[in-house]
């Protein structure tokens, strides 16, 4: 099981640009979760996908978007990028059915806009 | 709203010296809190729960309605502890969980 893994591992965008970010869950997660983590700060909640539809979704602005696919792997998108979307975004696959609540990580893709 | 603190960015303690990692959290329902661990150039990772009231790797954590707090405690520090610690909490809506971290405390285990 190669747990969750995300693409790519490092992109850069200048200002304005759209990007695309990619996760594939852990074998057997249904559910994915997508961070944005800035230089020095915790992990912020952007939002969660299951059964395809976005369940929750934290502070972040409409540009922020995402799917999830029949697979149950995810995209990330972003528009009209600025230099504050410069961040780690992470994913994180679970099982929304279990008494567990454990999230598994990727690692990450580094998101640089000039 | 539910938020995390952890109120210090970084902690530097001997070998041998007990460790206590604060955390502090507001949440208006009934809060499961968790600690997760980043070491060096790996992922992030569960290290414990409250739920679960175990010990991993010899840390410990009580969750503390009253004070709002689920502080991370471990006896004696040991060199491969060295590691960035988040403090978060699951918060349910609809029956879909947010998870909330908080900013992280670098621990630094001195030799």
């Known amino acids: 099981d190669a747990g969750v893994t995300q693409s790519p591992t490092h992109l850069i965008k200048t200002r304005g640009q759209q990007v695309t970010l990619r996760c594939s869950p852990k074998s057997g997660h249904d559910t994915v979760s997508w961070y944005q983590q800035a230089l020095g700060q915790g992990p912020q909640f952007i939002f969660q996908y299951y059964e395809e539809e976005e369940r929750q979704r934290g502070n972040f602005p409409d540009r922020f978007s995402g799917h999830q696919f029949p697979n149950y792997s995810s995209e990330l998108n972003v528009n009209a990028l600025l230099l504050g979307d410069s961040a780690l975004y992470l994913c994180a696959s679970s099982l929304v059915r279990t008494l567990s609540r454990e999230l598994f990580f990727g690692e990450g893709s580094r998101l640089t806009v000039l | 709203a539910q938020r995390v603190t952890q109120p210090e960015k970084l902690l530097s303690v001997f070998k041998g010296a007990p460790v206590e990692l604060k955390c502090n959290y507001s949440?208006?329902?009934?809060?499961?809190l968790f600690w997760y661990v980043q070491y060096s150039r790996q992922r992030l990772q569960l290290l414990l729960r409250h739920i679960s009231r175990e010990s991993i790797k010899g840390f410990t954590a009580d969750l503390n309605k009253g004070e709002t707090s689920f502080h991370l405690k471990k006896p004696f520090a040991q060199e491969e502890d060295s590691a960035m610690y988040y403090c978060?909490?699951?918060?349910?809506?609809?029956?879909?969980?947010?998870?909330?971290f908080g900013t992280g405390t670098k621990l630094q285990v001195i030799p």
């Open positions: 949440y208006s329902g009934s809060p499961e």
């Open positions: 978060a909490l699951s918060g349910q809506l609809g029956g879909y969980q947010k998870v909330t």
